[in-house]
């Protein structure tokens, strides 16, 4: 595929982001990684949170193949995603004061347990509290965003802050503010984003960190498989059994 065409230009946006994290970020996909073996060890839970399209990459490590069983996805209403109508009203929810603490005070949190919050910009109230109070909990959490954002756009959270000022491990994901990789002459907008293929491997490359590190330590990482391979099925059963006070998507 040429690089002079907009896929191959948009793929190799992609490609050079996935090598600057790979390259930039390895110290802190190794701290993570080893923060959520840590978590598994000691009996703690595993949470991942993101809103808006920042969702996405926190869902893609839950209930997956090939992932740590542990993962649970902490959902707000109305920001998972684009799961209501009209959509606008996700991004607006980002931006409610106090939305954050309601969810963890309703939600099976507890200290010694790890949080993952993705969040692009890190600037909206709901990331920034999710964080903050989490950590307030005794949570451990580990943000994901684009650190330059916070040195070219402003918080919207009361206190000036951004996700990354209130983590325990910050991952970058590199991703330009505005987050469009490709410009055309005759097109007034840039175009093609980037985050969720940055964001998403960015998680398997910790949950992978994690996975080995547990088993270096001689512990089985709690794997799922797929179901469509045979005996999926059975293999997931008995990982839901043996840890079925730290899986919440099956409740």
Same mark, same amino acid.
């Given at each position: ?26 110290e ?26 920042s969702?996405?990459? &926190?869902?893609?490590?839950?209930? !997956? ?29 980002? !931006? ?26 890190? !600037? ?23 650190? &330059?954002?916070?040195?070219e756009?402003t ?52 949950l ?6 547990? &088993? ?18 059975e ?17």
């Open positions: 595929m040429s690089e002079r065409t907009p896929a191959g230009r948009y793929l190799d946006a992609a490609i050079g982001l996935l090598r600057r994290v790979r390259d930039e970020e390895a802190a996909i190794a701290a993570a990684g080893t923060l959520l073996a840590d978590t598994v060890a000691g009996g703690g839970r595993l949470f991942a949170f993101g809103a808006g399209h969702s996405l990459a &926190a869902q893609d490590v839950v209930y !997956r193949a090939g992932g740590l069983a542990l993962m649970n996805l902490l959902a707000v209403p109305g920001a998972v995603g684009v799961d209501v109508v009209p959509a606008t009203l996700g991004s607006a929810l980002e !931006r409610v004061d106090g939305l954050a603490g309601a969810v963890l005070d309703s939600s099976p949190l507890r200290s010694g347990d790890a949080l993952i919050v993705v969040s692009l910009s890190g !600037r909206n109230a709901l990331p920034v509290e999710m964080a903050l109070g989490a950590r307030a909990r005794g949570v451990k959490v580990i943000g994901v965003t684009s650190v &330059a954002y916070a040195a756009t918080s919207r959270h009361s206190s000036g802050t951004f996700l990354k000022d209130h983590c325990d491990l910050v991952l970058d994901s590199k991703i330009a503010v505005g987050d469009a990789e490709l410009t055309l002459d005759g097109v007034a907008a840039p175009f093609a984003p980037a985050s969720t293929v940055v964001t998403s491997a960015l998680l398997q490359a910790v992978a960190t994690a996975a080995s590190t547990l &088993a270096d330590r001689g512990i089985e990482p709690p794997l799922l498989r797929s179901g469509n391979v045979d005996g999926g099925h293999w997931n059963a008995r990982v839901f059994e043996q840890y079925a006070d730290r899986i919440f998507y099956r409740h």
